[in-house]
Nanobody
Framework: VQLQASGGGLVQAGGSLRLSCAASGRTFNSYSMGWFRQAPGKERVFITAISWNDGSTYYADSVKGRFTVSRDNAKNTVYLQMNSLKPEDTAVYYC????????????????WGQGTEVTVSS
């Protein structure tokens, strides 16, 4: 599976962005998808994930209520809608894929996109 993330950019605090992650292959609906982010000088951390089968989702506390993950299996794409953005959301955002149930650890995922940069100005 190859993943291509896009949609990052510069936005003012309080604004919104929608990230996309397009996957190659015909078995996209067999993969749970996760989003992670990595701020400068910090580790990559889990943000949210969506399961492969029933579309259930899970969010880190830092983004709960502001971010929404969704997927369109017909388009082999997962989305991350980010609202009420804060300067502390500034990071490179990565999508990732794994077969079976989603995980919250970077080591749980087998495939990674290249990352898309999000900058939130105050």
């Amino acid at each position: 599976v190859q993943l291509q993330a896009s949609g990052g950019g510069l936005v003012q605090a309080g604004g919104s962005l929608r990230l996309s992650c397009a996957a190659s292959g015909r078995t996209f609906n067999s993969y749970s998808m996760g989003w992670f982010r990595q701020a400068p000088g910090k580790e990559r951390v889990f943000i949210t994930a969506i399961s492969w089968n029933d579309g259930s989702t899970y969010y880190a506390d830092s983004v709960k209520g502001r971010f929404t993950v969704s997927r369109d299996n017909a388009k082999n794409t997962v989305y991350l809608q980010m609202n009420s953005l804060k300067p502390e959301d500034t990071a490179v955002y990565y999508c990732a894929a794994r077969r079976g149930p989603y995980g919250t650890r970077t080591g749980s995922y087998d495939y990674w996109g290249q990352g898309t940069e999000v900058t939130v100005s105050s």
